[in-house]
């Protein structure tokens, strides 16, 4: 039996592997590693995708988000709200710049935060509000950006997990103030190492952005701010350039991966597929199905599921198992367990098929054939 494992990126690199070489071994000629000609270009063919004017590159998603904050002068006695159920790094840069995480409880459906509880969660300390657009699927923005605007917040995309989503045919990234984007290589959006970028339509904020990832210099040595140090290496961009060119035809196919997958699991009673909202377009990072489970005093049944499945050779994954209100790193803001009960929930029965572009139907097939015998 063949091994399917949840995500397989020599698929892509098959497909650039010529132009790639070409244009690595030309950087490494060139004696030009940070900065120059193949950064500029990458941050211009970015900023046109999304639809904004300015696109700055950074080192990663983390440091997209920190310089956001940083660039918005958002800092101590200052909350930002956020969803429990991300990645750390949504909640981690908040803290780091002295600002509180405000976590709300998320949307049943679609692993989303929910519009209302944001709306409920605003103080008089609020500064801004960082939605996170999870596996691919973007929340409402044009609700929360009306929430936003009654009450003069800024909103920084988390866009991590969703490079090329749209709501209402615009590109996440591009509706809020700023957008966030990680070129992790597992994000639909990859380089072969780390990078990141924001985007923005507001001049200042990118320019204060560009000082801030370069030790807050605004001319050769004057510095005027203190900033860090997060380039967009050369190598990185021009590999990001060429994958560019790829992304939509790659987030194509896992959406015909996701409706396939859809199909085949539609039956099975014990599963909750992922529903989107209209007016979303998902690009499916993740394909996350929740294994329903009602006996909350015992070992979620998922983590059965999945231990059977990886026997059978089926890799599937949990994000996330903690959620963040609960972590140990967040005691002192004093959530409880049953607080924040649909993320809770989702904590404990998430599972996230394989999913990349390049999946065959073959392959999902043999997931779902051997989800249904772990079950
Ligand atoms: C990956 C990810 C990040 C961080 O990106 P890095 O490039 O790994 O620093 C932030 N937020 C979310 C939701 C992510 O999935």
Request: aromatic share 8%; net charge negative.
């Amino acid at each position: 039996m063949k091994k399917i494992p949840p995500l397989d990126l020599t698929r892509q690199y098959q497909v650039i592997s010529e132009e790639a070489s070409k244009t690595v071994i030309e950087i490494l000629h060139s004696g030009r590693y940070i900065g120059g000609k193949a950064v500029t270009n990458f941050e211009q063919e970015f900023a046109n995708y999304i639809g904004v004017d300015k696109c700055v590159g950074c080192n990663s998603g983390t440091d997209a988000l920190y310089l956001a904050l940083r660039a918005l002068n958002i800092g101590q006695g200052d909350e930002v709200i956020t969803t429990p159920f991300t990645f750390m790094a949504t909640a981690e840069v908040i803290t780091r710049v002295g600002a509180t995480p405000v976590f709300v409880d998320i949307e049943a459906d679609t692993f989303n935060f929910d519009l209302e509880k944001v709306d409920a969660a605003i103080t008089p300390q609020t500064k801004a509000i960082i939605p996170v657009h999870l596996f691919g699927q973007p929340v409402d923005m044009q609700r929360l950006m009306e929430i936003a605007e009654a009450h003069n917040l800024y909103v920084i995309e988390d866009c991590a997990q969703a490079t090329g989503a749209e709501w209402n045919g615009h590109k996440v990234g591009s509706i809020g103030h700023i957008g966030c984007f990680s070129f992790y290589p597992t994000k639909n959006l990859g380089a072969c190492g780390d990078g990141g970028a924001l985007t923005t339509n507001d001049e200042a904020i990118a320019s204060q952005v560009t000082m801030l990832r370069e030790h807050g210099l605004k001319a050769r040595y004057l510095h005027e701010l203190t900033g860090i140090n997060s380039r967009l290496d050369a190598i990185q961009a021009a590999i990001l350039s060429i994958k560019l060119r790829y992304l939509d035809s790659w987030n194509l196919q896992r959406q015909q991966a996701a409706t396939y997958y859809h199909q085949l699991l539609q039956p099975i009673a014990e599963i909750k597929l992922p529903q989107a909202l209209p007016g979303g377009t998902s690009v499916w990072n993740q394909y996350t199905i929740q294994i329903k489970d009602d006996q909350i005093d015992e070992e979620p049944r998922r983590d059965r599921v999945k231990q059977k499945l990886a026997q059978m050779g089926v890799i599937a994954m949990i994000y996330y198992p903690l959620p963040l209100h609960l972590q140990p790193v967040y005691q002192d803001l004093a959530y409880q367990l049953g607080q924040l009960p649909v993320t809770e929930k989702a904590a404990r029965e998430v599972l996230s098929l394989p999913m990349f572009p390049g999946i065959l139907q073959e392959e999902q097939e043999q997931v779902v054939y051997t989800l249904k015998d772990c079950l």
